[in-house]
C-alpha cells in the first residue's frame, strides 16, 4: 500500500497536463445551465393540476376527489406504492420528469407525479358541524399563504378553513403543494359576506378573534368560551374595518423582539397552537 501523498508541486504539474490536453481538444467544456421550461397550456375547463409526492397520496386517499388522468414517474409510483397503473380507476401513464416539466414548469417541485382532478366542493357555513376551532381568512390571497395556513389547520385539528368567493385563491397546484396534502383533510367552506357569516358563527357560539399587531389584547389573555374563531387578514392591509369592527375581539400576539409582526401563515400557526391549548384545557 502506498503512502504517497500529493505535494504543491505535483498538484502544479497535473494542473499543467490537464490544461495541456484541453488545448489540444479545443478547450474544457462549456457549463451549460438548464434552460428553464415554461409551464404548458392549462388543464381543461373544471379540471385542476396537482402534483408533488404528499399532495397527490392524500388525493388518491379522497373518495372525495375525482381524479381523472395522472403522470408518473417509474420512482413516483414506487414511492407511492403504486404497482399496477393499469389497476388505477383512472387513465395513469408512466412517463419522465421532463414530460411533466412541459405541463407544470420546470420551477414546479412536481417529484415525478402530477394528476388532473376535479376541484373539490366549498361546503356551505351551514354544514360546520361541531367542530370548536375554525380559520377564517379575511382576502388572504397568496396561495403559497393559504396552502401553509392549510397544513397547519389540519395539524391543529381546526374543523374548517372559511374564506370569501371572491379576493381568495382557487385550488391550484401552488396551493395544494404548499398545503402538502392537507387539502384533502379539512373542510372549505366559502361564504359571499364575511361580516355576516362572523354574525352566524356568534349565534353558533363562536367567539370570533380578529388578530391585529396593534390588537388592544394579548391572544393568550383573550380567550374564552368553548368554540374559537381565528379571524386573519391579509399581507400588509390585515382585516378590514368591516371584519375589525364584527369581530368578538382583537388581539395580538405578543412579540418581545425586533420584528411586531408575522407572515400570515406563521401567525396562524402561533395563534392555531394557543386556541388549541385554551381548548385542551376546557
Known amino acids: 500500500m502506498s503512502n504517497k501523498t500529493n505535494t504543491p508541486k505535483d498538484t502544479h504539474y497535473a494542473k499543467l497536463r490537464r490544461a495541456f490536453r484541453d488545448e489540444k481538444s479545443g478547450g474544457a467544456p462549456a457549463f451549460r445551465p438548464r434552460q428553464p421550461v415554461p409551464p404548458g397550456e ?13 399532495t397527490v397520496r392524500a388525493a388518491l386517499d379522497n373518495p372525495r376527489r375525482k381524479i ?8 413516483a409510483a414506487e414511492r407511492l406504492e403504486i404497482a399496477d397503473l393499469a389497476a388505477l380507476p383512472f387513465t395513469a401513464e408512466l412517463v419522465e420528469p421532463r414530460d411533466i416539466d412541459k405541463i407544470t414548469g420546470s420551477d414546479a417541485v412536481h417529484q415525478g407525479v402530477l394528476i388532473e382532478a376535479e376541484p373539490l366542493k366549498a361546503k356551505r357555513l ?22 401553509a395556513i392549510l397544513r397547519s389547520a ?10 370569501t368567493a371572491r379576493h ?61 374563531a381565528l379571524v386573519l387578514g391579509a399581507e400588509g392591509k390585515g382585516l378590514r374595518q368591516k371584519t375589525r369592527e364584527t369581530v368578538t375581539t382583537l388581539a395580538r400576539l405578543d412579540m418581545p423582539g425586533a420584528i411586531r409582526s408575522l407572515n400570515v401563515s406563521n401567525a396562524a400557526a402561533v395563534s392555531l397552537y394557543a386556541a388549541r391549548a385554551f381548548l385542551k384545557r376546557g
Not at 392549462?42 to 404528499?54: I, P
Open 42 to 54: 392549462n388543464a381543461a375547463d373544471g379540471l385542476v393540476r396537482l402534483y408533488g409526492l404528499h
Open 168 to 228: 381568495s385563491p382557487q385550488e391550484s397546484g401552488v396551493l395544494a403543494k404548499s398545503a402538502s396534502g392537507a387539502l384533502e383533510h379539512i373542510d372549505q367552506i366559502e361564504v359571499k359576506n364575511l361580516a355576516d357569516a362572523l354574525g352566524q358563527l356568534h349565534e353558533a357560539g363562536f367567539q370570533t378573534i380578529g388578530l391585529d399587531s396593534d390588537g388592544p389584547a394579548e391572544l393568550e389573555t383573550s380567550f374564552s368560551g368553548g368554540r374559537i
Open 68 to 75: 381523472r388522468k395522472m403522470l408518473v414517474t417509474r420512482n
Open 126 to 147: 351551514d354544514a360546520l358541524g361541531d367542530t370548536r376551532l375554525v380559520l377564517v381568512l379575511d382576502q388572504v390571497t397568496d396561495p403559497h399563504n393559504v396552502g
Open 154 to 163: 389540519v395539524a391543529f385539528g381546526a374543523g374548517a378553513l372559511i374564506t
